[in-house]
């Protein structure tokens, strides 16, 4: 790990590409005297220099400096912003000079990992920089600016907080064994529990909300053989993207396509059919499909409208356990001019032709509701998170409840590591305790001059 104490980075921070204006940020203790060496002039912390930024007798660009003195920066240390025109060849020429006067080159990540390491953001905040920026609307970054603000930080800390005065009142029960649990304030213990159990599972909800807002939708087609899964990927991605064909399991792996509906986004993944028996390729595709639908939000069973009956008993078991179904009866346009068999507890399936498109509107509809994107304003409230955040809430709340019934067993010393977990669980989520390896991944996978 490089020593911030010493080390003064620089990377380009606008979006790769050219453009009208291009920014080049510094970060560390000789960023100021790095600028003004390349600018030639004196810089005011917070005010806007008009400059031209030279490589000795060469003129790079004209542009403006801004200083911002340490600690009052996004990273806390001294920063310099060279607004320059977006040419990348000028930009990265200017990164060039920075580092022949002493900088060096920025890791991905690493300016957000300063202010992380800095005490300027927590985990969950530095990650909503990254979710702001990547926000494909506006509901979006309504959320990823309320967690950048604090809002999901404040009430993770605060149940976090509850869990550590809990689990201290319980090693101090500890070393009075020789009394009753009540008579050592069991009753406040067992509220407090009760306060932390709803006040989790009511952030847990949450969360989960914020995950699909930021990911979208994980919506798996299912179903058997030729029923038209591809067909109907192909239909609502508005492009040939699957093959499609009339033999039986053309589809041997994963296809995976993001759709935008109207401010709603699904990840959409098109599988292999389900049936009995099948060659070794196609079994393991069957086995990849029901892997994906135990990760999904949503299945999309689609079933031949001719009979959807059979197709229903190839794919229960494998659905059994997702939290959500539509039923979709593809190839209307085949059925005959009687009346279509609906079976009584489907009977609001959903009857399209991804051949002609009859039907699609209606799928759609019914696809945005699911998704919340048709709520009066679906990120009221709602903050940007990610799945970890949503698994370290659920571990959480898990070890909240072994912590209840071990309490209620007077198993006092387990009902308090049970505590250290949930309240540890907590903490990765802001960072207060999160191994390396976590802090490398999260800040690896953000861009140079984040």
């Known amino acids: 790990m490089p020593d911030h104490d010493t080390d003064t980075i620089a990377a380009i921070a606008t979006a790769p590409g050219a453009g009208g204006v291009g920014v080049v940020r510094l970060s560390g203790p000789r960023s100021r005297a790095i600028a003004e060496a390349l600018c030639a002039c004196t810089l005011t912390p917070r005010h806007a220099h008009y400059v031209r930024m030279r490589a000795r007798d060469e003129i790079l660009d004209d542009g403006i400096?801004?200083?911002?003195?340490?600690?009052?920066?996004?990273?806390?240390?001294?920063?310099?912003?060279?607004?320059?025109?977006?040419?990348?060849?000028?930009?990265?020429?200017?990164?060039?000079?920075?580092?022949?006067?002493?900088?060096r080159h920025a890791r991905p990540g690493e300016f957000s990992e300063r202010a992380f390491l800095n005490g300027k953001l927590d985990l969950a905040q530095a990650e909503a920089v990254a979710d702001l920026i990547a926000a494909g609307d506006m509901r979006a970054a309504r959320a990823a600016r309320r967690a950048l603000d604090g809002v999901f930080s404040e009430r993770v800390d605060a149940v976090a907080t509850e869990l550590l005065h809990l689990r201290i009142h319980v090693e101090a029960a500890i070393d009075f064994a020789d009394e009753s649990l009540d008579t050592l304030g069991g009753a406040q213990l067992r509220e407090g529990l009760a306060r932390c159990t709803t006040h989790l599972s009511q952030l847990l909800a949450d969360a989960e909300r914020?995950?699909?807002?930021?990911?979208?939708?994980?919506?798996?087609?299912?179903?058997?053989?030729?029923?038209?899964?591809?067909?109907?990927?192909?239909?609502?991605?508005?492009?040939?993207r699957a093959i499609v064909t009339d033999i039986a399991?053309?589809?041997?792996?994963?296809?995976?396509?993001?759709?935008?509906?109207?401010?709603?986004?699904?990840?959409?993944v098109d599988t292999a059919g389900l049936r009995e028996g099948g060659d070794a390729i196609e079994r393991e595709g069957m086995r990849r499909a029901r892997d994906e639908l135990r990760r999904a939000d949503l299945a999309?069973?689609?079933?031949?409208?001719?009979?959807p009956d059979g197709g229903r008993v190839a794919v229960a078991d494998a659905i059994a356990d997702v939290p959500?179904?539509?039923?979709?009866?593809?190839?209307?346009?085949?059925?005959?001019?009687?009346?279509?068999?609906?079976?009584?507890?489907?009977?609001?399936?959903?009857?399209?032709?991804?051949?002609?498109?009859?039907?699609?509107?209606?799928?759609h509809a019914r696809l945005r509701a699911l998704s919340g994107a048709d709520a009066v304003d679906a990120s009221e409230g709602?903050?940007?998170?990610?799945?970890?955040?949503?698994?370290?809430?659920?571990?959480?709340?898990?070890?909240?409840?072994?912590?209840?019934?071990?309490?209620?067993?007077?198993?006092?010393?387990?009902?308090?590591?049970?505590?250290?977990a949930a309240h540890d669980a907590l903490g990765e989520i802001t960072?207060?305790?999160?191994?390396?390896?976590?802090?490398?991944?999260?800040?690896?996978?953000?861009?140079?001059?984040k």
């Open 65 to 103: 400096a801004l200083y911002f003195a340490a600690p009052a920066s996004f990273t806390g240390e001294h920063v310099v912003e060279l607004q320059a025109h977006g040419s990348p060849v000028v930009l990265q020429r200017i990164v060039a000079e920075c580092i022949a006067l002493g900088a």
């Open 210 to 240: 914020g995950r699909k807002l930021r990911d979208g939708l994980h919506a798996v087609i299912v179903g058997p053989p030729n029923a038209g899964k591809s067909s109907l990927l192909n239909a609502l991605a508005g492009s040939e």
């Open 249 to 268: 399991g053309t589809t041997r792996d994963l296809l995976h396509e993001t759709v935008r509906m109207d401010g709603a986004e699904l990840t959409l």
């Open 300 to 307: 999309i069973v689609v079933l031949d409208a001719r009979d």
């Open 324 to 363: 959500q179904r539509l039923w979709v009866h593809n190839k209307r346009d085949l059925l005959g001019t009687g009346t279509p068999w609906v079976a009584p507890d489907v009977a609001d399936a959903v009857f399209v032709s991804a051949r002609t498109g009859d039907g699609l509107d209606t799928l």
């Open 382 to 420: 709602a903050f940007t998170a990610r799945a970890r955040h949503v698994d370290a809430l659920a571990r959480a709340a898990a070890d909240v409840e072994a912590a209840t019934g071990q309490l209620a067993a007077e198993a006092l010393e387990l009902a308090a590591e049970s505590l250290r």
């Open 431 to 449: 960072g207060r305790v999160a191994p390396d390896a976590l802090l490398g991944h999260i800040f690896g996978s953000f861009c140079i001059g």
